[in-house]
């Protein structure tokens, strides 16, 4: 049998993909006859959900602005030598670890700017460092461990005063020891292809760009991020997230939300603004709450929200940018960021539910 008669014959067996557009199509055509007003009323949900975010939250709102900002910050720190100097501080520490002192780089850059900045920033700087793929994956995990903005941090400071914990313990275990203990960990078990680097054996990272272009460079491709990345894959989310809420399925998902926060001692109001929203919103909401909340709840509330949430960036955003930026696919990219989530949130609930009286 030639080739062309194979691909003939294939092409007369169904596939599944053929079998679930035949099915979508019957389902299409009974919806037609039977209730019109679905499909639109799906696209509309669909809208609805999606259209708040990118106008209120990205177009018109701080966070579009907050991501512009924080691609300028990252590219002048850049420039100015910021990231050969983090080298020089990790490369020791990495080397106790056995891994590539550049994988710490995103967390630092998510820390003090933005993770998608983080990613468009130091994802090039993993590769340029010869950082194998399961440490690019590491430093995708270990990045998700961090807040993404400044704000964030100072609103959790003052959430935590307003309840007497001890906010400096929080803090160096919330947020410094997952830059050191992620990447053991993950080194250790699944992602073991890691190797430390000698920084003499390191190419300098600070570009010689004119500080003018930095700077308008830097704008316009925080711009080229908000329009091109970050707003289509926080749209794609928020969209299915419309058509879940419009079949009655979302309800239900936000109910198991709600149970899992509250088993882990997070609150579920602020705990559920940082999965879904913004992490930056809801320590802003947890601050204004504190004082009438127990202690652990704010504990676990803080540390969830001080990470690489909501949805959108773990699902969207970064398997997008890193993609494009890394050797990683977004496959790969986006099962780090998942295992990421669920080890700030497994993190989250043990901090609240046995640390909590030595942190009081």
């Known amino acids: 049998m030639t080739d062309m008669q194979e691909e003939i014959r294939s092409k007369k067996n169904l596939g ?20 019109p007003k679905s499909i639109a009323g799906l696209f509309n949900a669909m809208v609805d959900k999606t259209m708040p975010i990118v106008v ?23 420039r100015c030598g910021f990231t050969d100097a983090l080298m020089h501080i990790f490369v020791p520490l990495a080397k106790i670890l056995g891994v590539n002192g550049a994988v710490i780089i995103p967390s630092v850059y998510n820390i003090l700017g933005d993770i998608n900045a983080a990613g468009r920033i130091a994802g090039p700087i993993l590769v340029k460092a010869g950082a194998t793929k399961d440490e690019q994956k590491i430093a995708i995990a270990t990045m998700v461990q961090s807040q993404q903005s400044f704000s964030t941090f100072m609103f959790g400071l003052v959430a935590l005063t307003a309840v007497g914990v001890k906010a400096y313990l929080v803090v160096l275990i919330a947020v410094f020891a997952p ?23 390191l190419p300098r990272f600070t570009p010689t760009t004119d500080p003018l272009q930095t700077i308008f460079g830097a ?19 928020f969209a299915l997230i419309g058509a879940l809420d419009f079949v009655g399925a979302w309800a239900y998902i936000e109910k198991g939300l709600t149970a899992m926060l509250t088993f882990l001692n997070i609150d579920p109001a602020t705990g559920t603004v940082a999965l879904l929203a913004s992490p930056t919103l809801a320590m802003a909401q947890l601050k204004d709450v504190a004082a009438t909340l127990p202690p652990n709840l704010v504990i676990g509330s803080f540390v969830l929200s001080a990470s690489g949430f909501p949805f959108s960036v773990i699902f969207g955003q970064i398997p997008t940018i890193w993609s494009e930026c890394t050797d990683l696919t977004e496959k790969e990219a986006m099962g780090a960021a998942v295992l990421g989530a669920v080890m ?16 009081v």
């Open 219 to 237: 704008a316009k491709e925080g711009a080229s991020l908000l329009f091109l990345l970050i707003i289509p894959a926080a749209a794609a989310v």
């Open 16 to 35: 599944g993909i053929e079998i679930l557009g035949l099915a979508l199509v019957g389902i299409s055509l009974v919806l037609l006859v039977v209730n």
């Open 56 to 78: 209120k939250v990205y177009l018109t709102g701080s966070v579009g602005t907050a991501i512009l900002c924080s691609v300028m910050m990252g590219r002048i720190l850049e």
């Open 179 to 201: 830059l050191v203990v992620v990447p053991w960990l993950l080194r250790l078990t699944l992602w073991r292809n890691t190797k430390s680097v000698p920084f003499d054996d």
């Open 344 to 359: 700030r949130v497994i993190t989250a609930g043990a901090v609240a539910s046995l640390l909590t009286p030595l942190l």
